[in-house]
């Protein structure tokens, strides 16, 4: 899900890291990963141990801000190639030791200071290229950052969620936008995309001014669910995979993934606007929910992991048919865990989440085995 670390053309210096130096980075986020995939299928009753039981409401925050925070930060680091920007990727992971050893108070302050580091990182990038895309990813990380200030605070994560949510979204949004450039959107279409922004900010201010509102509409959380829809609808009309999904390999490969997440963001906009927003408490907000973060985001994940990981750890990640399967196995177990929503089951929901831990589990051993045969091939 993110822009390979060439994109700017990142001036190599004795400042950055090698690629061997990224490595604890990385693990920091698998083990928020980890973590935050057993916290919540503890979350839904599977017996899990102790530790990961404690952390059942944390499930959010490990998986958005350790594992994600992690993951974008370090590759924008890699992207900048300054010395200083890995400390956005250090503070993240700091904060989900912080949360595994029980320090609650102290662990968001991390992810703020992750996220200080990653907004001027973003910064510096679209200083560098003053374009639409990369403002895009300078206003993603700007949303990390308000929503980690929220949650230090003591705001409520499901009141934080929104603003997390906005960060994956427009991150991904931005590096597509920048990938189109090979086939760039027009002059309206880029208007249209921007006005989008608008109005997920708009929507964002709104649900903050909305915190404590008992009562009336909200809009705020309204307008931020139709900015959600309208970017589905324009990266499906805009994105070059409609294209490139014709080709073979990774390529189609890349583009089946692309195409099914676009269909599930739009999907979770449509469950959020039926249900007045991202408003926690139902069946409804947790199909929202996980249609946008696995359906849509680890799709994502998923299809650009080819690229990213050799990028970040300069390894050679071969491509094989092989790949589909977790890919189909994520989207499977998402119809299973929407369905127990949609029919009010209990134990469906609770499949469908084994299922969902399962592929995430599959697609990072088939990841990790994929780099050991890379390993494996001559030159």
Not at 140 to 159: I, K, Y
Not at 353 to 359: E, I, K, P, W, Y
Not at 369 to 377: C, E, L, N, P, T
Request: one cysteine or more.
């Amino acid at each position: 899900m993110l822009h390979k670390a060439s994109t700017l053309n990142a001036r190599r210096t004795n400042l950055n890291l090698a690629p061997w130096q990224r490595v604890p980075l990385l693990a920091l986020g698998f083990v928020a990963l980890l973590s935050g995939t057993l916290a919540g299928l503890a979350r839904l009753g599977w017996a899990m141990p102790d530790a990961a039981s404690a952390l059942s409401t944390l499930h959010g925050p490990l998986m958005i801000c350790g594992f994600f925070g992690v993951v974008i930060s370090l590759e924008r680091a890699v992207a900048l190639g300054r010395l200083w920007a890995y400390t956005a990727p250090l503070a993240a992971g700091l904060g989900t030791l912080a949360l595994l050893a029980g320090l609650q108070r102290a662990a968001p302050w991390f992810t703020v200071a992750g996220g200080v580091v990653l907004v001027a990182a973003s910064a510096d990038l679209w200083r560098r290229q003053r374009a639409l895309f990369t403002f895009t990813l300078a206003l993603a990380a700007c949303a990390w950052l308000a929503g980690s200030v929220r949650w230090a605070l003591g705001v409520a994560v499901h009141e934080v969620v929104p603003w997390w949510l906005a960060f994956l979204v427009l991150t991904i949004a931005g590096e597509r936008l920048e990938l189109s450039r090979f086939l760039p959107p027009s002059a309206l279409a880029s208007r249209v995309f921007a006005g989008l922004l608008v109005a997920t900010v708009a929507g964002l201010a709104g649900l903050a001014g909305e915190a404590d509102a008992t009562q009336g509409l909200r809009w705020g959380g309204l307008l931020f669910a139709l900015a959600l829809l309208g970017l589905a609808l324009w990266l499906l009309r805009q994105d070059v995979a409609w294209r490139t999904v014709r080709a073979k390999g990774l390529t189609r490969y890349i583009a089946v993934a692309l195409l099914a997440g676009y269909f599930w963001l739009a999907v979770a906009a449509s469950l959020a606007l039926a249900n007045g927003g991202f408003q926690p408490g139902n069946a409804a907000y947790d199909a929202a929910l996980h249609a946008l973060l696995l359906g849509f985001v680890f799709s994502m994940v998923f299809g650009h992991a080819p690229i990213i990981l050799p990028a970040v750890l300069h390894v050679k990640l071969p491509y094989h048919p092989a790949f589909y399967a977790p890919l189909a196995l994520l989207h499977a177990s998402l119809l299973v865990r929407l369905g127990g929503d949609g029919f009010g089951s209990s134990e469906v929901l609770r499949l469908g989440a084994a299922l969902n831990a399962l592929a995430l589990g599959a697609f990072v051993i088939g990841s990790a085995f994929a780099v050991w045969r890379g390993r494996r091939r001559p030159g």
